[in-house]
């Protein structure tokens, strides 16, 4: 039987239909102010779940993702990627909830165990790149002992957009 409490799980590669789909509705509504309309009507859940087959096939990273009961996030971490704030030797690349399931912790859930994973694998101090425009994610970050510690441009749709650096130092972990 399936438990009805939160639940944080390692991937499979059935989850990334539902993956890509929480990943488009979350952009769209995280974005909405911040990347064009036209980019964020564009973005296609069925081909992003092909590319979501990849990411959590890769045995170099990891992906959580959360049941509450259905899936409703999802965290994706491991080395750092990039030149940029240097040192770091972990990275969370992703982390999406539901908009309709925001601020019930279960972005707090999955990133604790993302940062587990990163800890027990010696990929300490982690890194995590946010939009600048995204105040929400800058808050989420700090609130779980994250610092900014660098900036960069990304390029999204053929315009560039400054990133923000949050890290964290080696031997963090966050909840439990
Ligand atoms: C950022 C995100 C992953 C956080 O997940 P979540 O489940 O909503 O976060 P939690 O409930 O665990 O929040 C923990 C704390 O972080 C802070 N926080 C989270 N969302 C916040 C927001 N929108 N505004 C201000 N502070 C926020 C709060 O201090 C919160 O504690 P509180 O609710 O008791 O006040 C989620 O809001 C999301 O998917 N956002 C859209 C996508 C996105 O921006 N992803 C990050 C890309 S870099």
């Not at 488009?24 to 964020?40: C, G, N, T």
């Not at 990891?62 to 240097?86: K, N, W």
Request: with cysteine; net charge negative; charged share 20%.
């Amino acid at each position: 039987m399936r438990s009805l409490a939160p639940q944080v799980r390692q991937a499979r590669s059935t989850d990334a239909a539902a993956i890509a789909r929480v990943q488009v509705l979350s952009w769209q509504q995280a974005y909405r102010d911040i990347l064009p309309p036209s980019f964020l009507q564009g973005l296609d859940a069925e081909r992003s779940a092909e590319s979501w087959r990849v990411v959590v096939a890769d045995p170099r990273r990891i992906t959580f993702v959360l049941e509450a009961p259905d899936l409703v996030g999802f965290c994706t971490a491991g080395p750092a990627r990039g030149s940029e704030a240097a040192g770091h030797r972990g990275e969370v690349e992703a982390i999406y909830v539901h908009p309709a399931e925001q601020r019930h912790g279960f972005g707090t859930s999955l990133i604790g165990a993302a940062m587990e994973w990163l800890a027990e694998a010696e990929l300490q101090p982690v890194v995590v790149w946010a939009l600048e425009a995204n105040q929400p994610a800058h808050r989420f970050y700090e609130r779980l002992g994250a610092r900014q510690v660098d900036r960069r441009l990304l390029r999204i749709a053929d315009a560039l957009y400054p990133e923000l650096a949050f890290s964290w130092p080696v031997g963090a972990l966050i909840g439990g």
